[in-house]
């Protein structure tokens, strides 16, 4: 009995656990990271002397310059203000609010969205500056 044995080439490289190491890296790091949203617009804010930073704000309502008001990229009515504001403390009932309001903003307009605040239960929230610089 005379047998044949071919020789089978199996030099390739597997990757399958490579990419299951990539895959949970992946998953690890959107789990991971931090989420914050963004109001939609871009602000010039006033400068503050006593301004400090606020760690884990996570709800942003920004008011423009002509009193348009911002939230979650979607420009709202100042009555909105409320509802949105109790929909998103619902889903991150940890998450401070901060009020991003332009320098040629009316305080009219941020008194508004203060009182919103306030029927939505919200104590306390800050309203962002820069601080001067020198």
Avoid: C
């Avoid at 914050?36 to 871009?42: H, L, N, P, Q, S």
């Amino acid at each position: 009995m005379n047998r044949r044995y071919r020789h089978i080439d199996d030099s390739g490289i597997n990757i399958t656990p490579m990419l299951d190491v990539v895959f949970i890296m992946l998953i690890f790091f959107v789990v991971a990271a931090s989420f914050t949203r963004e109001a939609g617009v871009t602000v010039d804010r006033p400068d503050a002397r006593e301004a400090i930073p606020l760690q884990g704000a996570s709800i942003l309502i920004a008011i423009r310059p002509n009193d348009d008001i911002w939230m979650a990229g979607q420009r709202i009515e100042p009555g909105e203000v409320r509802q949105n504001v109790e929909r998103a403390k619902s889903e991150n009932p940890e998450g401070g609010v901060v009020i991003v309001a332009d320098k040629g903003s009316r305080i009219g307009t941020v008194t508004r969205v203060l009182d919103q605040l306030r029927q939505a239960g919200v104590e306390g929230a800050a309203i962002a500056a820069d601080v001067p610089e020198g």
